[in-house]
């Protein structure tokens, strides 16, 4: 009686359960396995280790004993718990939450006709309303269309989909459908170039159709090459390589640009790139990145370059805000190097003040033939800690207002180092601007044209020749230099020019300013309305009308040398000969000298005449601006 009571209560058992799916012992472990190790070891099998409801081991448990043995366990059968105290859930529930493809028989291999399978765990999980359906690793063949699949949400990483000719497609019907798990990422690797490609444009196309936001897509340390752009249509996404320069992406399009987004979305949201090297052609008139309308744009550690010897004629970098956009927008370019194009980064709004609040920091712009960065119709660009060398314009601000330059390096521009075209309320501050112009062609190492109330305060002008540190144009009103060191000792065919030349007559200052020259005879400064210029280290000479010389010779200047009206004569004897004299009348002539003073030879005497010759100099100074000479 006992062992057929038994028996019906098997029985019973059996059918209560015989809805019931069946689980093998493989599969319940990798149900359960996404907890990880560590959890599986010390939680997990050990909640299993006494299955709920009975003594035993986990053999038991799963298989049965002795001639109750089983091949496999109905997954509602087997409870668990992640770790004590926690509830218990059984395997059936875990497979409720999301349905694989590979429980219903579809491979992976690319090869085998998957859509049945597929179709059937689309159709299982409407049924029960389960919305994730994941893919494994894998290429899926589908020969034939799938339905319903607006009910799902396909969930994969490394996931490759084909057509019946086994080319693979940017998923048809399913990209719309198909998305990554946030936090993980589509590795351009894993999709295969087909027969008929010739480079890696397809694959990469494939890779980014399989890019939701908030995801990655990963190249790998190697050289790719394309020969048409690569659109990105979405936001949300990180391109990012193996850094290092050891992802190369290499366009053999001399007209196309690398990567670019779509031009017609109003903001596109939280684009990075990051860690690659690109290598445009020498004769390339397009772009490596051309990004529109960003919003929160990242550049970090890109290597922008042509390795063909000859530079580029196109650009970089561009960020354009166009008549699409919708607001302002941020962006960084952080650690990177552009160089061997024509222009580096380009930043433009449609109109003035559009392209607003992008910083670019330690990074290297260097070797493009026309500007290292052009800004046009911008608003708050900061560039900081920036080296910019060898461009025919280091920094070309255009209808640009409020772009602050500071401890940038800038050295052996063609022209000019900073050139503000149109702008206002602009700022260089801290910067070292050296050997600029050095084939002696028409430049300077700041130039402004026009503006208002732009500053150039605290930097250092090393070696700026031939002409001048700073050139600030007649419609440049309300510009403000103040505190700036200048040491300029080269000299050509006998002149060497520093200091400003300016035209602006309105209400900037020059102030604070400390110029230092080396020796040698007829040095020549020019000089208008703002000019400095240091004679000694307690004594500057301010604003001049007109050409003013700085001469040192031995001698008597008195018929000899000839200067215009407010020039220097230092008169080099030595010992208590040693005179300074100020060309006191006639512009273009040898006569009109007058000696100001001697400095004596003893020093205990030598502090008198120095200040018998600053009250001489200032008496003079004072009658020169009595006369309209100066200003």
Same mark, same amino acid.
């Given at each position: 009686?006992?062992?057929?009571?038994?028996?019906?209560?098997?029985?019973?058992?059996?059918?209560?359960?015989?809805?019931?799916?069946?689980?093998?012992?493989?599969?319940?472990?990798?149900?359960?396995?996404?907890?990880?190790?560590?959890?599986?070891?010390? #939680?997990?099998?050990?909640?299993?280790?006494?299955?709920? !409801?009975?003594?035993?081991?986990?053999?038991?448990?799963?298989?049965?004993?002795?001639?109750?043995?089983?091949?496999?366990?109905?997954?509602?059968?087997?409870?668990?718990?992640?770790?004590?105290?926690?509830?218990?859930?059984?395997?059936?529930?875990?497979?409720?939450?999301?349905?694989?493809?590979?429980?219903? !028989?579809?491979?992976?291999?690319?090869?085998?006709?998957?859509?049945?399978?597929?179709?059937?765990?689309?159709?299982?999980?409407?049924?029960?309303?389960?919305?994730?359906?994941?893919?494994?690793?894998?290429?899926?063949?589908?020969?034939?269309?799938?339905?319903?699949?607006?009910?799902?949400?396909?969930?994969?990483?490394?996931?490759?989909?084909?057509?019946?000719?086994?080319?693979?497609?940017?998923?048809?019907?399913?990209?719309?459908?198909?998305?990554?798990?946030? !936090?993980?990422?589509?590795?351009?690797?894993?999709?295969?170039?087909?027969?008929?490609?010739?480079?890696?444009?397809?694959?990469?196309?494939?890779?980014?159709?399989?890019?939701?936001?908030?995801?990655?897509?990963?190249?790998?340390?190697?050289?790719?090459?394309?020969?048409?752009?690569?659109?990105?249509?979405?936001?949300?996404?990180?391109?990012? #390589?193996?850094?290092?320069?050891?992802?190369?992406?290499?366009?053999?399009?001399?007209?196309?640009?690398?990567?670019?987004?779509?031009?017609?979305?109003?903001?596109?949201?939280?684009?990075?790139?990051? !860690?690659?090297?690109?290598?445009?052609?020498?004769?390339?008139?397009?772009?490596?990145?051309?990004?529109?309308?960003?919003?929160?744009?990242?550049?970090?550690?890109?290597?922008?370059?042509?390795?063909?010897?000859?530079?580029?004629?196109?650009?970089?970098?561009?960020?354009?805000?166009?008549?699409?956009?919708?607001?302002?927008?941020?962006?960084?370019?952080?650690?990177?190097?552009?160089?061997?194009?024509?222009? =580096?980064?380009?930043?433009?709004?449609?109109?003035?003040?559009?392209?607003?609040?992008?910083?670019?920091?330690?990074?290297?712009?260097?070797?493009?033939?026309?500007?290292?960065?052009?800004?046009?119709?911008?608003?708050?660009?900061?560039?900081?800690?920036?080296?910019?060398?060898?461009?025919?314009?280091?920094?070309?601000?255009?209808?640009?207002?409020?772009?602050?330059?500071?401890?940038?390096?800038?050295?052996?521009?063609?022209?000019?180092?900073?050139?503000?075209?149109?702008?206002?309320?602009?700022?260089?501050?801290?910067?070292?601007?050296?050997?600029?112009?050095?084939?002696?062609?028409?430049?300077?190492?700041?130039?402004?044209?026009?503006?208002?109330?732009?500053?150039?305060?605290?930097?250092?002008?090393?070696?700026?020749?031939?002409?001048?540190?700073?050139?600030?144009?007649?419609?440049?009103?309300?510009?403000?230099?103040?505190?700036?060191?200048?040491?300029?000792?080269?000299?050509?065919?006998?002149?060497?020019?520093?200091?400003?030349?300016?035209?602006?007559?309105?209400?900037?200052?020059?102030?604070?300013?400390?110029?230092?020259?080396?020796? =040698?005879?007829?040095?020549?400064?020019?000089?208008?309305?703002?000019?400095?210029?240091?004679?000694?280290?307690?004594?500057?000479?301010?604003?001049?009308?007109?050409?003013?010389?700085?001469?040192?010779?031995?001698?008597?200047?008195?018929?000899?040398?000839?200067?215009?009206?407010?020039?220097?004569?230092?008169?080099?004897?030595?010992?208590? #000969?040693?005179?300074?004299?100020?060309?006191?009348?006639?512009?273009?002539?040898?006569?009109?000298?007058?000696?100001?003073?001697?400095?004596?030879?003893?020093?205990?005497?030598?502090?008198?005449?120095?200040?018998?010759?600053?009250?001489?100099?200032?008496?003079?100074?004072?009658?020169?601006?009595?006369?309209?000479?100066?200003?």
């Amino acid at each position: 009686m006992e062992n057929s009571s038994a028996k019906n209560d098997n029985s019973c058992q059996d059918e209560c359960r015989a809805d019931s799916r069946e689980f093998s012992r493989r599969k319940m472990l990798a149900a359960i396995g996404g907890a990880g190790a560590a959890v599986v070891s010390g #939680g997990l099998m050990a909640g299993l280790s006494s299955p709920l !409801g009975g003594g035993g081991d986990v053999y038991a448990a799963v298989y049965g004993n002795g001639s109750n043995k089983k091949k496999s366990v109905k997954a509602d059968e087997v409870a668990y718990r992640y770790s004590d105290g926690l509830p218990e859930r059984t395997v059936g529930d875990k497979l409720r939450e999301a349905i694989d493809v590979s429980d219903f !028989g579809a491979t992976g291999d690319g090869t085998t006709d998957d859509t049945a399978a597929i179709q059937q765990a689309i159709d299982t999980a409407a049924g029960i309303g389960v919305r994730e359906i994941r893919f494994s690793p894998g290429t899926y063949h589908t020969a034939g269309a799938l339905t319903n699949t607006s009910a799902v949400l396909f969930v994969g990483d490394r996931v490759l989909f084909t057509s019946g000719s086994y080319a693979a497609t940017s998923l048809s019907d399913l990209e719309e459908r198909l998305e990554v798990v946030a !936090g993980s990422a589509v590795y351009v690797d894993s999709f295969q170039a087909l027969e008929s490609e010739s480079d890696d444009t397809g694959r990469i196309k494939r890779a980014i159709a399989a890019l939701p936001g908030r995801a990655e897509l990963v190249f790998a340390g190697r050289a790719y090459t394309i020969s048409e752009p690569l659109l990105i249509a979405t936001g949300g996404i990180r391109i990012r #390589g193996a850094g290092k320069g050891r992802t190369i992406i290499k366009t053999t399009s001399v007209s196309d640009h690398v990567f670019e987004t779509k031009p017609d979305i109003t903001r596109l949201y939280n684009v990075h790139f990051e !860690g690659m090297q690109i290598q445009m052609p020498h004769n390339s008139t397009g772009t490596a990145l051309k990004v529109s309308n960003p919003n929160h744009l990242s550049i970090v550690d890109v290597w922008i370059t042509s390795p063909y010897g000859e530079k580029s004629t196109g650009t970089g970098i561009h960020i354009h805000r166009n008549q699409y956009a919708a607001d302002g927008y941020f962006g960084q370019i952080v650690r990177s190097r552009i160089e061997k194009q024509g222009t =580096g980064i380009r930043i433009e709004g449609v109109n003035p003040g559009a392209a607003n609040v992008h910083w670019i920091e330690r990074s290297s712009i260097d070797n493009n033939s026309v500007y290292g960065i052009h800004c046009k119709n911008t608003t708050s660009v900061r560039i900081h800690q920036c080296h910019v060398e060898i461009n025919t314009i280091g920094v070309y601000l255009e209808s640009s207002n409020d772009t602050h330059v500071s401890k940038g390096y800038f050295e052996r521009q063609a022209q000019y180092d900073v050139v503000i075209a149109s702008g206002s309320g602009c700022l260089l501050d801290g910067n070292r601007f050296a050997a600029t112009a050095p084939n002696f062609q028409p430049g300077c190492a700041v130039r402004i044209d026009s503006g208002t109330f732009n500053r150039i305060v605290d930097n250092w002008f090393v070696e700026v020749f031939p002409f001048y540190d700073m050139k600030i144009g007649s419609a440049a009103g309300g510009t403000f230099v103040e505190n700036n060191l200048a040491k300029n000792a080269d000299q050509h065919g006998g002149w060497a020019t520093s200091g400003v030349q300016t035209e602006d007559q309105g209400t900037g200052t020059v102030q604070g300013n400390l110029l230092l020259t080396a020796g =040698g005879a007829y040095r020549k400064y020019y000089q208008g309305t703002h000019l400095f210029r240091k004679l000694v280290a307690e004594e500057p000479i301010y604003p001049q009308n007109k050409t003013a010389g700085d001469y040192a010779g031995a001698g008597n200047p008195e018929g000899a040398v000839t200067a215009d009206r407010g020039s220097i004569y230092r008169r080099t004897d030595g010992g208590p #000969g040693y005179s300074v004299y100020v060309k006191e009348s006639g512009d273009g002539t040898n006569t009109g000298w007058r000696k100001l003073g001697r400095l004596a030879a003893q020093p205990d005497s030598q502090a008198a005449d120095i200040s018998a010759l600053r009250a001489d100099f200032n008496a003079l100074l004072a009658k020169l601006r009595a006369e309209g000479l100066m200003a």
